[in-house]
């Protein structure tokens, strides 16, 4: 996962069990956003409460009892909920028997465990190089992890067809019985990212032991949350599913690229442009499941969030060029200060948040509001009164949680900077970089025109010429200043960014990849939560999907599993998480080929 999280950290030495599903409902709203994910209202979606369920007459009803008395003057729920989804099929005995066999239990968690030790990592040095065939060692854990599937998943491998992307990622194949159903993409990646060596001696345990911890019902160890259980979880279902003699009417895909951790390049956008150029399947996956965002509460109530959208994204660098010379004669402004004025003007002007109707956080709020058996009376007011209620709204959600603020519009952070190399001589370059995650209802252009209002006047207050290249062609514009003192340049940092992506159907669309994945979710999950709200959400950072938007309309980003400490110490996986993961990915992939 590609910087997705602000993970819970847990202290050197204490054993931190996985609360169970009935303490997390007593917990706080904040943790909604770790995975940087909040709730989307779509257009098309939200304003439409028909349901066309392809063989599912049932599903169009909601599913709670809601007081709905404050929305007596609206013509339509905007957040229809649907019941569990149970297969259709009669494979339920054979696969408990399965699961329910002497050892079974062990052998999945040995299996992950296993997988935990092979130490996959993905370097930035490594971003968008092509892979050298044969000794690469670098890559040598990759190959170990290849072998460690082949023999963990025996029927998979025997039974589906296996392609090698670019040496190191991986396509299964499952070829279902119908040529004209659509077909279904399960993915995930098998790089994690490296750890910090100053940060080895704060692990509860060795990074990459692949412990596990029956006492606190746990597995410990980079990549047991991001994304080897949600791999290995596939798989495991679909070894299930063979052993018990499922055939799926549809192609079922599993995608696997082995360098999400640095934007995935060389692997799933390989895979990606196998999938269009060789397979043809450009526009024709019906429903392709992701990692993303989870389970987790809004005002007391839990939800199963899934992320329908991915924020923009881009890397500016600023760069002041000006003369050099001794440091004992300076300039009123250094470029080290210069770059300082300039960063100074950024961070007081923020951008703006605001939730208009296309803003995804308005669909959180939505669902909160209509499906909540005691919703709180602001957040019923608010929805009920818009637009007059939205500014109000804006600053309610906006001051809950960073997280929330975040997703309420684009967000900038000034991370590197560097310049200078000697104490006695004035700097002559500084580059400053400055990550930009786009809101979803914003662009490239837009961030390119804000950067621009704010660091021009700057410049040339201060004798610099403005040069910027445009973030979309590169073309260059340059404002000149009269006697220059130096150059003020901005551009994109490594090539062009990457606009918001497009948003999937969700509740109250019709769509069928939509009822199937919440009608499965309900179905494993239901139990475990009292009145769960199955909402979309939105991701603050970015996933391999982003190399699929021609593949597929439906693309949602959900990780069932339930671990935590993401990128940071301590990274682990609920056990009863990982197992209940196994049975998500069974349930969609027999829903998705029930009739």
Known sequence: ????????????????????????????????????????????????????????????????????????????????????????????PLLDSIEQAPGYTDAVLERLSNAVKIQTVSYDNMTNVPPTPGNDPAHAPFLAFHAHLRTAFPLVHARMDLRVINEYSLLYTWKGSEEAAAPMVLMAHIDVVPVLPETVNQWTHEPFSGLIDKKNGLVWGRGSSDTKSTLLGTLEAAERLLGAGFTPKSDVYFAFGHDEEISGYQGARKIAEYMVKELGLTGKIGLLIDEGTSFDEFEGVPMANVAVAEKGYVDVSVTVETKGGHSSVPPKHTGIGLTALLVTALEAHPYPVSIPDSNPILGLVHCYAEQSPKPKKFFKWAVNHLPESRSKLAEKVASISPSFEALLGTTQATDIIFGGLKVNALPEKVTTIINHRIAVDSSLAEVQAHLTSILKPVAIKNGLDFVIHDFISESVGIL?????????????????????????????????????????????????????????????????????????????????????NVHTVNEYVAIDGYLDAIKFYEAVIRNWNSE
């Open 480 to 564: 000149l200043s009269p006697d220059s003192l130096g150059t003020v340049t901005v551009r994109t940092n490594s090539g062009v960014g990457l606009e918001p992506s497009p948003m999937s159907p969700s509740v109250g669309s019709g769509e069928r990849a939509w009822n199937v994945l919440e009608g499965s979710i309900r179905h494993v999950y239901e139990a475990a939560y009292d009145n769960l709200i199955v909402t979309p959400s939105m991701m603050a950072g970015n996933t391999d999907t982003r190399h699929y938007w021609n593949l597929a309309k439906n693309i949602y980003r959900f990780g069932p599993g339930r671990g935590a």
């Open 1 to 92: 996962m590609s910087s997705k999280q602000s993970p819970r950290k847990i202290e050197m030495g204490q054993e931190q069990p996985q609360p169970t599903m009935k303490q997390r409902r007593s917990h706080a709203l904040p943790r909604l956003l770790l995975a940087a994910g909040a709730a989307l209202v779509l257009v098309a979606g939200l304003h439409s409460c028909s349901h066309n369920s392809r063989g599912h007459p049932e599903q169009h009803r909601p599913h709670h009892k809601t007081d709905n008395s404050a929305y007596n003057d609206r013509l339509q729920p905007m957040c229809p909920q649907l019941p569990a989804l149970t297969p259709s099929d009669t494979l339920q």
